[in-house]
């Protein structure tokens, strides 16, 4: 095996500071944006890129250039350099790296810095389905779209640490839009959301932020059975007015059914008594009847008195009668024969149709003058 030989390096400005590197191992240089990635249109912007302590050259390269975009040469060793944008267009938009020299050789390059440029676009608009007032542990989607055709749209969180997301656009009805699905929310944090629209073949050129839009977090419903002392539950009292109205419903429906059941109950009865009237009235009838055929009977047994007292007409009188006919002026005189049988039946009888002759009956000829 053949052995590595491995320089070590040592760097001070004074005896008791000094910095040893290690050839071949030099630290990769990290690079940021002050105040940060994206950048409105026409503002500053400030690039930082930090390596060794034993830099002497920093250089700073955008991704589609040629040559390196910057290059700054350290009149003393520093660990860290800035480069300046005084002015931020479409054209110094993009992805940065950075690298340094020092006399063993070059640093790896940093980790890409995407600049980014906003206001390029109108904005797009900003919405929380279904509602931007989210219960504490809750979920809520944010939409974000425009008419603009944008192939991508990009969700950020207001904060100290800016956060952000990226979803390509889906297209319906002349719209594109995205849905950004957020939660679980809860009160210890901000939320505040603005959106982003892009191109994708250029994806560090933005459009105008959208609208804010801020998501109110609720405290859940506490239990009915531990509420705080002096405070009267907004859903205790909703039970409450569901339990009376329930109760109120109840005694109305079987108010009607009680009354209901009344006037059948006083139909029926009508009924009952309209069907026992004709029963008494055919009573008071034959009652009337009755006695109304004992009067008949009554006035036929004196009428038949009268006709026998003048079937037993003493004959003195006949002859007196018959003496004093002729003197007297022709009358007319009318005989009837009644039957003194049938003065003695009951008028309510109907009349029968015997088969053999009826046996002979005593006649009472009365005379019936006309004066």
Same mark, same amino acid.
């Given at each position: 095996?053949? !052995?590595?030989?491995?320089?070590?390096?040592? @760097?001070g400005q004074s005896v008791g500071l000094r910095i040893c590197v290690q050839a071949g191992? +030099?630290?990769?240089?990290?690079?940021?944006a002050e105040p940060g990635p994206v950048t409105p249109w026409g503002s500053s912007v400030?690039?930082?890129?930090?390596?060794?302590? %034993?830099?002497?050259?920093?250089?700073?390269?955008?991704?589609?250039?040629?040559?390196?975009?910057?290059?700054?040469?350290?009149?003393?060793?520093?660990?860290?350099?800035? @480069?300046?944008?005084?002015?931020?267009?479409?054209?110094?938009?993009?992805?940065?790296?950075?690298?340094?020299?020092?006399?063993?050789?070059?640093?790896? !390059?940093?980790?890409?810095?995407?600049?980014?440029?906003?206001?390029?676009?109108?904005?797009?608009?900003?919405?929380?389905?279904?509602?931007?007032?989210?219960?504490?542990?809750?979920?809520?989607?944010?939409?974000? %779209?425009?008419?603009?055709?944008?192939?991508?749209?990009?969700?950020?969180?207001?904060?100290?640490?800016?956060?952000?997301?990226?979803?390509?656009?889906q297209h319906a009805r002349g719209q594109s839009q995205a849905l950004f699905p957020v939660?679980?929310?809860?009160?210890?944090?901000?939320?505040?959301?603005?959106?982003?629209?892009?191109?994708?073949?250029? !994806?560090?050129?933005?459009?105008?932020?959208?609208?804010?839009?801020?998501?109110?977090?609720?405290?859940? !419903?506490?239990?009915?059975?531990?509420?705080?002392? %002096?405070?009267?539950?907004?859903?205790? +009292?909703?039970?409450?007015?569901?339990? +009376?109205?329930?109760?109120?419903?109840?005694?109305?429906?079987?108010?009607?059914? +009680? @009354?209901?059941?009344?006037?059948?109950?006083? /139909?029926?009865?009508?009924? *009952?008594?309209?069907?026992?009237?004709?029963?008494?009235?055919?009573?008071?009838?034959? *009652?009337?009847?009755?006695?109304?055929?004992?009067?008949?009977?009554?006035?036929?047994?004196?009428?038949? %008195?009268?006709?026998?007292?003048?079937?037993?007409?003493?004959?003195?009188?006949?002859?007196?009668?018959?003496?004093?006919?002729?003197?007297?002026?022709? /009358?007319?005189?009318?005989?009837?024969?009644?039957?003194?049988?049938?003065?003695?039946?009951?008028?309510?009888?109907?009349?029968?149709?015997?088969?053999?002759?009826?046996?002979?009956?005593?006649?009472?000829?009365?005379?019936?003058?006309?004066?």
């Amino acid at each position: 095996m053949i !052995p590595t030989l491995m320089a070590l390096l040592c @760097f001070g400005q004074s005896v008791g500071l000094r910095i040893c590197v290690q050839a071949g191992t +030099l630290l990769k240089p990290t690079v940021w944006a002050e105040p940060g990635p994206v950048t409105p249109w026409g503002s500053s912007v400030t690039i930082w890129c930090q390596g060794a302590l %034993g830099a002497e050259e920093y250089r700073l390269d955008k991704e589609g250039s040629p040559a390196p975009w910057f290059k700054q040469k350290t009149l003393e060793p520093r660990d860290k350099v800035k @480069f300046s944008i005084t002015r931020m267009t479409e054209k110094t938009a993009g992805k940065y790296r950075c690298d340094y020299h020092t006399p063993t050789g070059l640093s790896e !390059p940093s980790d890409p810095l995407e600049l980014v440029v906003t206001g390029v676009y109108s904005k797009p608009s900003l919405s929380a389905l279904p509602s931007p007032v989210v219960t504490s542990g809750g979920n809520v989607t944010l939409q974000c %779209g425009s008419g603009q055709g944008f192939g991508r749209f990009v969700l950020t969180k207001e904060g100290e640490h800016r956060l952000s997301w990226t979803l390509d656009s889906q297209h319906a009805r002349g719209q594109s839009q995205a849905l950004f699905p957020v939660g679980p929310v809860t009160p210890s944090h901000r939320w505040m959301f603005r959106c982003y629209g892009s191109y994708r073949n250029s !994806p560090q050129e933005w459009s105008q932020p959208s609208d804010i839009v801020k998501l109110l977090v609720s405290e859940p !419903p506490r239990n009915l059975s531990t509420p705080l002392p %002096g405070h009267i539950s907004t859903a205790g +009292l909703q039970k409450h007015q569901k339990v +009376l109205i329930g109760v109120s419903v109840t005694f109305t429906l079987l108010c009607f059914l +009680l @009354f209901f059941l009344f006037l059948l109950k006083h /139909q029926n009865k009508c009924s *009952k008594s309209g069907a026992s009237d004709p029963e008494a009235k055919t009573r008071e009838l034959q *009652k009337s009847f009755s006695s109304t055929t004992d009067v008949q009977e009554q006035n036929q047994c004196n009428c038949g %008195g009268d006709a026998s007292v003048i079937h037993f007409q003493p004959e003195e009188d006949k002859e007196m009668n018959s003496q004093d006919a002729p003197s007297e002026d022709p /009358q007319d005189v009318t005989y009837a024969q009644l039957s003194h049988m049938t003065l003695k039946r009951e008028i309510s009888a109907p009349p029968s149709f015997p088969l053999e002759d009826p046996p002979d009956e005593p006649n009472v000829y009365a005379a019936l003058a006309i004066h």
